[in-house]
């Protein structure tokens, strides 16, 4: 019998210190599993300090921090799992490094939290370990503790099998996913992905995944979404529209307002969308409209080098485009570097035309979803890259760019700005269709329904 408690296992906690408090970590992950975890969950995890490791209880969830130390954060977080795992997961959109020292400390870190998690989680209970700096724990929570079951979900993309075998260590990391009774995955594209490498490794059966040791792995695609009921109802609130209003108006009431919301990170492709929105405005393809881009971008992991060169990169277009196309008072690009309380996102995703997406390589990306729901009146335009998670869903509602073609990146910004209104609201409508159909809360009972469920070979065949 698989008892229904819960532990999940994440790089951060669902809290963080303020001052001399534990307060709620905003994000989609924490919403979508407060609910499952009350009164009989626990969450391990690093706790983002370096002062607090003893465990507490926070809203009814046991919280178990696991210490890191600097050398940790070093190796283990900026090396092997930012400048290693994340450029080559991302289709190397930055060259990986590889750096044995590094690999030392993740497989250290990795067992201290499947450590944490076997001596915390009830016999016979499910346990969910999340992304990719955490891949070796389910082997290493199997080996301790053989009597529970193991979800893992990769929230980025899984890279195809030729781009995988560059990384010296991957054998370990698919004997280390293939501890886990499921593997999901955000796309149908990465799980085929990972069974080719498992396959490749030698580690596969007839009709799926069969792991050395002859437990069957189910390996699947859960698409993540966004919590549909929290944004729609800020996008609901008079104040959020009114807040809306007041932020185009400081924009000057622009004709047309583009607009990209990211973490600062060199895989969103935040520089070739700014160049595409410089070359719109060099071959005047808008006539005289007064048209402006608003760029709000989340720092982020500005400890790793290719953080800091990506911002600077950025910060240089917005001054280039200023420079040559903005008037004094009239910039043409806004600029904001930091994070945003989300009811301000509501209102900008709201004062937006057109909302630009253009990863080179993304799990699934919110930022598309959250803006599709905001939207009230229909009327905006998504621009989105095809190689984000969420082009898979929303492929016939949003106009699909190639990051990696300049002058198609413009003609899309053109085209988004000048689509009829009749076009807008249908695709528009569509969209919130599909969000709606599949939310934050799907998503998290979907994969833990398929956790539970015992599955035979018999049914797999
Ligand atoms: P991220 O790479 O962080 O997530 P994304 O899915 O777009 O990317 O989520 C970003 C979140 O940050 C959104 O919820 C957005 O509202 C928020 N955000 C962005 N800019 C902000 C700002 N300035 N202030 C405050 N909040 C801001 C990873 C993967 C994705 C995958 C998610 C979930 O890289 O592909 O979709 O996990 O699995």
Do not use: C
């Amino acid at each position: 019998m698989v008892r229904r408690e819960l532990t999940v296992v994440a790089n951060r906690l669902p809290v963080r210190r303020k001052g001399d408090e534990w307060i709620s970590s905003p994000g989609g992950l924490v919403t979508a599993l407060k609910p499952v975890l009350k009164d009989s969950g626990s969450w391990v995890g690093w706790s983002g300090d370096s002062e607090h490791y003893e465990p507490f209880i926070h809203d009814g969830i046991s919280v178990i921090p696991v210490h890191l130390d600097q050398r940790d954060l070093d190796e283990h977080y900026a090396g092997f799992s930012n400048a290693t795992l994340w450029p080559l997961y991302h289709h190397a959109v930055r060259e990986p490094v590889f750096d044995a020292q590094w690999w030392d400390r993740h497989v250290d870190v990795n067992r201290r939290m499947a450590e944490a998690a076997a001596s915390t989680a009830p016999k016979d209970s499910l346990v969910w370990v999340h992304d990719y700096h955490l891949q070796l724990v389910p082997s290493e929570l199997r080996r301790l503790r053989p009597d529970l079951r193991i979800g893992f979900f990769l929230h980025i993309p899984f890279p195809p099998h030729e781009l995988f075998q560059r990384l010296p260590r991957r054998r370990e990391l698919i004997d280390g996913l293939l501890g886990s009774d499921v593997v999901g995955f955000q796309t149908d594209g990465d799980a085929d992905n990972f069974r080719r490498a498992a396959h490749a490794a030698g580690r596969s059966g007839p009709t799926d995944l069969v792991a050395t040791d002859g437990r069957i792995v189910v390996v699947d695609a859960f698409p993540i979404s966004i919590d549909v009921a929290a944004s729609q109802d800020l996008a609901e609130d008079p104040a959020t529209h009114a807040r809306a209003a007041r932020i185009r108006a400081d924009l000057g009431n622009p004709d047309v307002v583009f607009l990209g919301v990211d973490r600062l990170d060199y895989t969103k492709g935040i520089d070739v969308r700014l160049e595409a929105f410089g070359q719109l405005l060099e071959s005047g393809a808008l006539g005289r409209s007064d048209v402006v881009f608003v760029q709000i971008a989340v720092p982020s992991r500005e400890t790793v080098e290719d953080y800091r060169e990506a911002r600077e990169r950025v910060e240089q277009l917005v001054g280039q485009l200023n420079g040559t196309y903005g008037r004094i008072g009239h910039p043409v690009v806004h600029y904001v570097h930091r994070e945003l309380p989300f009811d301000v996102l509501v209102s900008m995703y709201q004062m937006g035309d057109v909302m630009v997406v253009t990863p080179f390589a993304d799990g699934m990306n919110l930022v598309a979803k959250e803006f599709v729901v905001s939207r009230d009146n229909d009327e905006g335009v998504l621009v989105l890259s095809e190689f984000a998670g969420a082009a898979s869903e929303l492929d016939d509602v949003a106009i699909l760019v190639n990051p990696y073609d300049p002058e198609a990146m413009t003609s899309a910004l053109a085209r988004a700005a000048t689509l009829s209104l009749e076009d807008r609201v249908a695709r528009m409508s569509r969209a919130r269709t599909t969000v709606v159909a599949n939310d934050v809360h799907d998503w998290s009972a979907g994969f833990l329904n398929r956790l539970k469920g015992e599955t035979t070979l018999r049914e797999l065949k």
